[in-house]
């Protein structure tokens, strides 16, 4: 892939980022916690994508040559099983965002297994939990978008919030 197909690449990621986050809220208010945590961790998951794929030079620099043949081969497209190494990577220039990837995975858990009142398997343990924890999660992931599409999130998310 030439250097302005990946760039593109990462663009549109970025752009079904935003998608995804907004079906997220949608399905939040429509009750379908499950799903919208499934749509808010695959937001975040093609938002990471995409900010690598932009960053893909500097990115792989710090990859050890195994990892950056994987890399130049599937791994800008984020894979879940590379979301927390690649986050811990892209942190010096998106602060926070390795915290975010960790939310992530425990949306991802919770969009499989539900609800754990004990707390064992899934940080999630009650309806109210999951709708603060969503919200919280696609404000953090919107504040990464800095464009306008990024602040139409926000003003969802906020309606959400205030209701």
Do not use: C
Request: proline share 2%.
């Amino acid at each position: 892939m030439s250097e302005k197909d990946i760039k593109k690449y990462g663009e549109l990621r970025i752009g079904e980022s935003i998608d995804e986050a907004l079906i997220s809220l949608e399905l939040l208010k429509q009750g379908k916690l499950r799903n919208s945590a499934g749509k808010a961790f695959l937001g975040f998951k093609e938002l990471l994508s995409g900010i690598i794929s932009i960053n893909h030079s500097s990115f792989s620099s710090a990859l050890q040559e195994k990892e950056r043949k994987f890399f130049y081969k599937v791994g800008f497209t984020a894979p879940t099983n590379r979301l927390l190494y690649y986050s811990s990577l892209m942190e010096k220039e998106f602060p926070d965002i390795s915290d975010l990837a960790k939310q992530a995975m425990a949306l991802h858990v919770f969009s499989y297994l539900g609800y754990d009142k004990a707390g064992e398997y899934s940080p999630i343990t009650s309806e109210d939990d999951a709708r603060k924890w969503i919200t919280d999660f696609i404000k953090a992931l919107a504040n990464l978008i800095l464009n306008e599409r990024g602040k139409e999130i926000l003003k969802e998310v906020n309606e959400i919030v205030n209701k």
